[in-house]
């Protein structure tokens, strides 16, 4: 996943308390949201920016229709 070629997506601000979680992380408020996650299995660990984008499904019915919905991960 590149953020940069997402018409949609956009970094996560370390003032959004619903997705920034790991506020400890922000070397200020208005900075974009990082995170850090440390595995247990051969020391590895994962870490970054918070971003926000929007996933296209369509529903599996005999209607079909767009269900875009916005989520968050890093």
Excluded: M, W
């Amino acid at each position: 996943y590149d953020p940069d070629k997402s018409s949609t997506s956009n970094k996560v601000s370390c003032n959004n308390n619903t997705f920034c979680r790991q506020r400890q992380q922000c070397p200020s408020a208005g900075s974009t949201c990082r995170y850090q996650i440390d595995y247990l299995s051969n020391d590895t660990s994962s870490r970054g920016f918070v971003v926000e984008d929007v996933l296209h499904l369509i529903t599996d019915d005999v209607q079909t229709k767009d269900a875009d919905t916005r989520i968050a991960f890093g």
